[in-house]
């Protein structure tokens, strides 16, 4: 079943039906001022953090998992009749009211059609502001006069702390008031004194500021407010049915010592084919900030500009401008969808909020976390490579003088300054390593391609502190990475698993070996050793060959079994997916690591390929492993805690199907790539969204496989490494856009049905207008470029060859 579509011209998604089978959303904002908003608009804002910075409020896996929300009532003063703005929460019958979301970049337009009424509501957060702007539009599309009354209303938190905010009630409800001030609710928290920050030393005998937050109006005049929550919505009732909206009338009732909210009446009358206008402005702010919000906006609209309209396409611009840097035209309309808007603004997404703030994370991880964003980083670096630069020294900051990453960057991470535990210390006392494995081992592509990306070789040089102490070069950096994992080993030679390697629930300790670890440190030996050939230092190099071979000769000898690879050694010496085992004997992540690695090449990785597809495949994705853990687990694979065939255990997790995806282009094979693209592409479930559940513009962290009652269903939305690693998959691997320090490769690896396809690339500034022509009907193989009319051999382009604007045709064959 479908519920909307996409509408590529204009970059956006439109939810036609809004009984979506779970809340399908949208980000607003910026790392100042984040909001998430739903295709009914339910979901809450936030300042710099879910957490801590939390202003309005949702309840989190409540029934529909969709309230509150940023709600606009309309009555109907000629019989009392009444319905919302967005279908929820008044939620009228859907033969009689129609409804359209479109979900863009960093806006929601949410439109209504009921008994004549017109409304469009835009909600956005404009750029460099700190508030949010829910710009409506109300017409009378009737031939009758309407005598109306608005209600916008919004649910504040009374703490800035959601679980304060949640669950310290007895503390919580006694510190908010609210306060009408003619166009704006002010709501005060802390009136006489906040608690100033626990993070500041000292801080308990230091009283701060209040906090004030304020929702009002710029359009129309206010004739009656509610700034206590069930003062609106009244005993015993629902958002549904709020009593001031049946009523007609709000009560003027302030908050004190109860649950405030900001809600507004607006009594209009429209004549027929009458629009107006009329702007709601949300904030954390104090009455001078609110005013001088509020009356920007009155300012315009009583002057005729469009403040508000303005504001939007400024957002559009800005968004749109980044999208630009690659943009694509394939047979494939879902694809495209994906590269040029989707995946692409998911992983800006991912990259700003990290795995902070969603309808399933609800903000208590309050920072970044290492692997997580080192990789999210790489799904952005083609499209801005300032903004990953700049992330990308900060996790360089959170690397620990011993080579290992923080497993948490705080939100107010201070290089230099973090403290961390004595290791042996710390597994004394908890039974688990500090570090996890795998995580700054993920520099090293990132910052490989990031190099070659912006052509910034002088990166390497730049000097960064360490997270606890002391400072080195982007180069030393890495090489303590590579130590931090040498100098924790296990018995065959292969790096410890640590609290976790890249899957969490494997808990292999300071004995037990990873598998992906290893093969992620070969990797990064090879991506280090070629550093060092260019910073023309031998004996790095040397060094790092010489691992190189010592891994080699393990895999051969302990890693390898017929066709596949084993996943690791726990530290008693049980082998995990080996073959001969009854539970987990065959993974994925080993199979297509092996090869992105470099380890595993010619008929090891077509074997280790096969395996994969024979054994794991299924029509929504390559489950993590099979069979599912029910008897071997606890205490090296947590994942038996899950059900069968869900997440890790046996799963379908979405990130790595995008190593799989480019694990699949590195040795050919461009059918079989697009195949496990089309399983988990978001866009090609579009039409059978009822099996999905999840937003069909979005990767979800993980798909349901075989063995669970919903195969194909997928779970938690938006934040997921999935979003860069497809994304890396898509650009590097199938388009073949691989930069190099010098120049690019343009190295396409594609299904063979494709006769031809375009690319407008921007690189390093300059435009690549690509013509890939593939009437051979290759999988992969360049026979020659053509660029701005100069026959070139192979696939490669030097950079000397480019002008500001190039024309470049790709002969395959
Ligand atoms: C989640 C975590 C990520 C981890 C993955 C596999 O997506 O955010 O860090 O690698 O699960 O366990």
């Known amino acids: 079943m479908r519920y909307g579509h996409f509408d590529e011209s204009n970059k956006e998604y439109v939810v036609t039906r809004p009984d979506t089978p779970a809340p ?14 739903s295709n009914n608009a339910a979901g809450y804002s936030f300042v710099k953090s879910g957490a801590s910075g939390r202003i309005i409020r949702f309840r989190f896996n409540s029934a529909s998992n969709d309230q509150p929300g940023r709600y606009i009532y309309l009555r109907d003063n000629s019989d009392g009749d ?53 710009q409506l539009k109300i017409k009378n599309t009737g031939l009758s006069a309407r005598e109306l009354s608005l209600f916008g209303m919004v649910e504040f938190t009374n703490h800035d702390h959601y679980e304060n905010d949640t669950v310290n009630l007895q503390y919580s409800q006694f510190i908010s008031k609210t306060y009408f001030k003619g166009d704006h609710i002010l709501q005060v928290i802390n009136e006489n004194g906040s608690e100033a920050s626990s993070d500041v030393e000292g801080s308990c005998d230091v009283m701060g500021e209040p906090g004030c937050r304020f929702f009002g109006v710029a359009g129309a005049e206010v004739s009656a407010f509610d700034g206590e929550r069930d003062a609106f919505l009244g005993a015993y009732r629902t958002y549904g049915n709020p009593k001031a909206v049946e009523k007609g009338k709000c009560s003027n009732t302030p908050a004190y010592n109860c649950n405030s909210c900001g809600a507004l009446q607006i009594d209009l ?7 107006r206008e009329i702007v709601f402005l949300l904030g954390a702010g104090n009455e001078e900030v609110a005013s001088q919000v509020i009356n920007s906006y009155k300012a315009a609209l009583s002057g005729g500009s469009d403040l508000a309209g303005l504001q939007l396409n400024e957002l ?25 808007m989707w995946n692409a603004y998911q992983c800006f997404i991912t990259f700003l909020w990290s795995r902070a703030a969603s309808f399933q994370y609800c903000g208590l991880r309050n920072g970044l976390g290492y692997r997580d964003t080192v990789q999210d980083i790489q799904g952005i670096i083609h499209l801005d490579c300032n903004l990953a630069r700049e992330r990308l020294s900060l996790m360089l900051s959170a690397q620990v003088s011993n080579g290992g990453g923080l497993p948490l960057v705080k939100f107010n991470h201070i290089p ?3 403290v961390t535990p004595d290791e042996s210390e710390y597994s004394k006392k908890t039974g688990q390593s500090f570090y996890r494995a795998d995580d700054a081992l993920w520099l090293f592509p990132t910052v490989m391609t990031y190099i070659k990306e912006s052509g910034q070789w002088n990166f390497i040089d730049e000097v960064i502190p360490y997270a606890d102490k002391g400072e080195a070069s982007v180069y030393a950096h890495l090489k303590q990475a590579i130590q931090f994992n040498l100098d924790r080993q296990g018995s065959h030679g292969f790096p410890a698993g640590l609290f976790a390697d890249w899957n969490d629930c494997l808990r292999l300790g300071t004995k037990g070996e990873s598998m992906f670890v290893a093969f992620q440190l070969y990797y990064a030996l090879s ?23 010592r891994l080699d000769n393990a895999f051969e000898n302990y890693a390898w079994e017929d066709d596949q690879y084993v996943r690791g050694f726990t530290e008693a010496g049980y082998t995990i997916g080996s073959k001969n085992n009854k539970e987990a004997n065959i993974w994925l992540n080993p199979q297509t690591w092996s090869v992105i690695s470099g380890a595993a090449g ?22 993590l492993f099979y069979p599912a853990f029910k008897e071997f687990g606890l205490p090296v694979a947590r994942m ?173 064959g």
């Open 24 to 37: 399908w959303c949208n980000y607003l904002g910026s790392v100042e001022y984040g909001a998430i908003i």
């Open 82 to 134: 009444y319905w919302s703005g967005s279908w929820q929460p008044v939620c009228k019958d859907l033969d009689t009211y129609g409804s359209e979301c479109r979900h863009g970049t960093a806006y929601t337009v949410i439109k209504s059609q009921y008994r004549n009424i017109e409304t469009s509501t835009a909600y956005f957060v404009p750029m460099d502001k700190y508030y949010e702007v829910w």
């Open 269 to 275: 009358t429209l004549k027929p084919g009458e629009e």
């Open 316 to 340: 559009k611009t800005l968004w749109h401008s980044r999208l630009e840097n690659l943009q694509i035209s394939t047979p494939d309309r879902n694809f495209d969808n994906m590269v040029n």
């Open 416 to 418: 230099g300054k973090e």
């Open 527 to 549: 991506i280090f050793k070629d550093f060092a050939q260019r910073k023309d230092e031998p004996e790095d190099a040397a060094w790092a060959g010489s691992h190189m071979s």
């Open 602 to 623: 010619g008929e090891k990785a077509r074997l280790a390929l096969d395996q994969v597809y024979n054994k794991l495949n299924t029509k929504y994705g390559a489950m």
């Open 640 to 812: 038996i805690l899950f059900n069968e065939g869900t997440k890790e255990n046996a799963g379908i997790f979405s990130q790595p199907q995008g190593w799989l995806i480019l694990a699949e282009t590195m040795v050919g094979n461009g059918n079989r790539a697009y195949e496990y693209f089309n399983e988990i592409n978001p866009a090609a479930m579009n039409e059978h969204a009822e099996i999905r559940y999840l937003e069909p513009y979005v990767h979800g962290q993980a798909t349901e496989g075989v063995d669970t009652l919903n195969h194909g269903r997928s779970h938690v939305h938006w934040l997921t490494g999935t979003a860069s690693t497809v994304m890396v998959s898509i650009v590097n691997g199938i388009l073949g856009l691989q930069p190099q320090y010098e120049g690019i490769n343009i190295n396409p690896c594609i299904p063979s049905s494709w006769s031809s396809f375009t690319i407008k690339k921007i690189f390093r500034g300059k435009l690549l207008d690509i013509q890939v022509d593939n009437s051979a009907g290759m999988e992969k193989g360049v026979k020659h470029l053509i660029v701005n009319g100069k026959t070139i051999a192979g696939c490669y382009v030097d950079y000397s060859e480019l002008a500001e604007r190039n024309s470049i045709l790709v002969v395959m």
